[in-house]
């Protein structure tokens, strides 16, 4: 029982965060919510930090699980396209960390340096899929070309979430977002993998 209540807190604030923006969320908030009484909720998560560091774990282990080290063959433009869909999906479900991003990042100095180590990890994991497909003659780019493309996918991936809810505000389309980092990398491709991105786009995006 004491493991459920505690996981129905964890889903009703993240989705009132979602919904609200964290910020604006007390944890009276979310215990009125799930008609259970505050000494309740804190029995479980002492304090808001505690509960906003659980659900940033949750988060950081499923992107962690995504941009583990690829398998030892080489990645496809189907299969990068896979990855960014479910990496969007996981930044749709836990998007109030993106929302407010910066004040999080300045609230909770912890959970800044753990942000750094996913956004670290993306580049090193984009530098080596776009490597393999320039080893496979699938993509081609300078070093400072490669470098330059590498930033400009973390930089989308970061804050796309928030550029296409102030623009649009029709709620989260990993597929849009797939599009979007993928449209990047798309001038370097060559041949028949730039006509499967295009397939891919017209399919999914």
């Known amino acids: 029982m004491a493991r459920d209540t505690r996981q129905r807190i964890l889903e009703a604030a993240l989705a009132l965060f979602?919904?609200?923006?964290?910020?604006n969320v007390t944890t009276n908030r979310i215990a009125?919510?799930?008609?259970?009484?505050?000494g309740n909720?804190?029995?479980?998560?002492?304090?808001?930090?505690?509960?906003?560091e659980a659900l940033f774990s949750a988060f950081e282990h499923?992107?962690?699980?995504?941009?583990?080290?690829?398998?030892?063959?080489?990645?496809?433009?189907?299969?990068i396209w896979l990855l960014?869909?479910?990496?969007?999906?996981?930044?749709?479900?836990?998007?109030?960390?993106?929302?407010?991003?910066?004040?999080?990042?300045?609230?909770?100095?912890?959970?800044?340096?753990?942000?750094?180590?996913i956004l670290r990890l993306t580049m090193e994991s984009a530098s080596t899929l776009c490597e393999d497909l320039i080893e496979d003659?699938?993509?081609?780019?300078?070093?400072?070309?490669?470098?330059?493309?590498?930033?400009?996918?973390?930089?989308?991936?970061?804050?796309?979430?928030?550029?296409?809810q102030v623009q649009d505000g029709e709620g989260v389309r990993p597929g849009r977002a797939a599009w979007q980092v993928m449209s990047l990398i798309s001038p370097y491709l060559v041949g028949e993998s730039r006509d499967h991105l295009q397939a891919l786009a017209e399919a999914y995006a």
């Open 137 to 164: 003659g699938r993509m081609e780019a300078s070093p400072r070309e490669l470098e330059a493309l590498i930033r400009n996918v973390a930089l989308v991936s970061t804050f796309w979430l928030a550029f296409d």
């Open 62 to 79: 499923r992107m962690l699980e995504l941009l583990a080290a690829p398998e030892e063959r080489v990645a496809d433009i189907e299969d």
């Open 84 to 117: 960014l869909h479910l990496a969007f999906e996981t930044i749709g479900t836990y998007r109030f960390i993106y929302r407010d991003l910066s004040d999080l990042c300045a609230r909770h100095r912890s959970l800044h340096k753990r942000f750094r180590g």
């Open 32 to 38: 009125d919510e799930l008609d259970i009484s505050p």
């Open 18 to 23: 979602n919904a609200e923006g964290e910020p």
């Open 41 to 52: 909720l804190h029995y479980h998560f002492r304090t808001k930090s505690d509960l906003i």
